[in-house]
């Protein structure tokens, strides 16, 4: 072996080996987090990646998912070219075509969908990844649907609602600041190890932890000074009792609830029926662990709460337990105050970066006249959904497709869909195949790209250039570090090319997404060529505005009242039939109890897994080969099932085999499943009419069903 060899088998970049090293974005997951990565490439392969040591986001560290990155992108199964269907929808029979064929294939589709049921029959979705958001939604407008809907319709959302009818504003923890940090199902080790930082370190310094779930997880064991367990989708009970205690014991703070609430004294009558006892009943939390929570919540200063995209919401209550949750940062008058909950504007894809971009006004420009438009999917069954967002509500598409009413959605423009996400999944795959034209991009041939009858190839985050929004004023233009493998495209180019076949009369569009962007950062003191000039996310600090704490409380929030409305005066004025107050009702499903005892908790994250994305990565897939079901000891042991023992999950709508993971850390009662396997669905097990009435969110996290041995018994091979 030369030396040269030597150095190439070592990876070391110069120009004696070939090797170069290109700095890009990992998004394999949300985009908050997005961290950079530092690509070595020789002779246009990346070889290795690791985690860019100056990024201000990650400062080079890498989670298990992103350092599988290579294995992802490099997966066997990439799409190639362009695809057609042949034969039955699913069956995965398919033609490769010249893109030109594609495009005018689609265009053809939809144009006759538009004529014959009007531009509303055709639906645009986005799964993951939301980088191309903003361009598929003004090109959903552009198209004259305002059926624009994304996997936010299980995500995140109803958390934005809950902040937009609290004070009119998106708030976030600044725990930095910190003496007390209420981790509500806080789960960062696994979902998001960037957001442990400032817990971390504030801890280090004094700030108590509480840490709510059900579950004993690396949090819970490494951060809590107390863990609280209650079962899942009682939340609202628990906070509702402890805002009781709150007012018994007099650790509220007066002046500010005078001054800046709304609904108090509603709120101290509705609070009266959750007395200790009660509460403890409900939720299986000792009553002495909920005093002591109370107590270190009230006399350590501030308090900050987790907020939680996902296992809060995921109950057919879960916006009402939220807003029961923030309720207690209101009456502790820990609202826009350092180390409490802050308020903060979005800039770019939902990133808090401190600056403003015209994002929104890309988007409105080409919003159709609702002048006589029919309604947005879910707007009739989500009214609040409807009232608050501008999103179509995907849970309520299913039986919009089945019973055709109020019209039919004939056409699906999906970008990235994946249907096993969505409740009842196997009633929503069932739905799909109803509709006359269905096209899906992805970089896999995935089952639901088998559904439909155009497949686009797509390229990742290695591939394409990509605007990105870092909190702190950081923006960031990446450059593709290598080429697009195959014959893929971005979805902005596809989005782009498409504008153009279709005749949408959009000339910024058309001109491709460096233009778009342009028009989006104008206000901006930078240019586009300077942002992709510079390998690293670059500071706009004269841009950003700095939070001053009390700044909003003193301008009044934007609510009808101007005060933080514990009693909404939002829902009460446009949502007949539900609740203006936090109130809590059950959140598990209707099945008969007797024949479904357990309670299913899907989704809980783990290291290696996200969603779907990640499953059919060798080196993720390792840490957990088998889909297994997290069962307690003792459930087990009455059940006798040992572990890695062959078991039966099953709810009305199906019956999943499984290998059982017999583990200390979950509840008595509780059964947890990961989500997203082609081989064993835990969706097409869930109730898809276990949504919440006030953000659609489906109740994942509280499905009734039954769990056995399996006959055979043994271990599953
Ligand atoms: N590794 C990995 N990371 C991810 C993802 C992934 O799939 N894998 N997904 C990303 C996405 S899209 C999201 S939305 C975020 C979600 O991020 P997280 O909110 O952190 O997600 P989870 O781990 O599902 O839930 C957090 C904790 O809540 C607990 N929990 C479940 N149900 C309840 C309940 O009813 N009450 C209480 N108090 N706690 C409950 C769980 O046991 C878990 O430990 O993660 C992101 N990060
Ligand atoms: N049971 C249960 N279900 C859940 C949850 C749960 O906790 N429990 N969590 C819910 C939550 S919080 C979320 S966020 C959703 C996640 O929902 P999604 O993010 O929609 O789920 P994925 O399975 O990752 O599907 C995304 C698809 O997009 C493809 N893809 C990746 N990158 C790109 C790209 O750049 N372009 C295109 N066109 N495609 C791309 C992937 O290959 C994949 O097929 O799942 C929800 N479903
Ligand atoms: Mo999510």
Redesign the pocket.
Known sequence: MTETDRLIKAKIPGEETGIQVRGTICDI??PS?HCGVDAYVRDGKIIKIEGTKEHPQNSGVL???GLGGRQYVYREDRLKTPLRRLGPRGGGKFEAIAWEEAYKEIALRMGQIKEKYGPESVLFFSGYSKWYRPYLHRFAYNFGSPNYGT?SST??TSTFMVWDTNVGRFSVANTANAGVFLG?????Y???HLALKPVVSQKARGMKVII????I?P?SRQLADLHLR??????GA?ALGMGKLLIDKGWIDKDYIDKHVFGFEQYKEYVQQFDIVTVENITGVPGTDIEAAVYMMSHNGSMAINE?????A??KNGYQ?YRAVMALSAITGNYDRLGGQIPVSFTYNYQAAGFQTREKEFINAARPSIEGMRPRVGAARYPLWNELTNECQITDLTRQINEGTPYPIKGIFALGMNYRIMPDSGAFQRALDKVDFFLDTDLFLTDTAKLADIVLPVCSSFERGELKAYPGGFLQYTNPVIEPLYESKSDVEILSDLSREMKLGDPLLEAGYEECIRYILQDLPITVEELRSSPLPVLIDVAVKPYVPGAFTERGYNTPSGKFEIYSNIIAAKCPGLDPLPTYVD?RNHWDEPAYPFLL?T?????????S?LHKVPWLRSLRPNPALDISGEDAAALGIAQGDAVELATPNGVLELEANVSWKVLKGVV?L?H?YSEADVNSLVDGDNNDPYSGFPGY??TRCAVRKRAEGNKKS
């Open positions: 997951c949300s987090f989670c298990t998912k996997e995500c995140q509500w199902a806080f789960n960062a696994y979902s998001r709510i779930d059900p579950r997880t949090a209650p079962f899942p989708g009682t939340d628990l939680s995209a996902a296992p809060l995921h109950h337990n959140s908790n989704g809980p994250r783990l290291p290696g897994a996200l969603h994305r947890h990961y997203g996290r509280t």
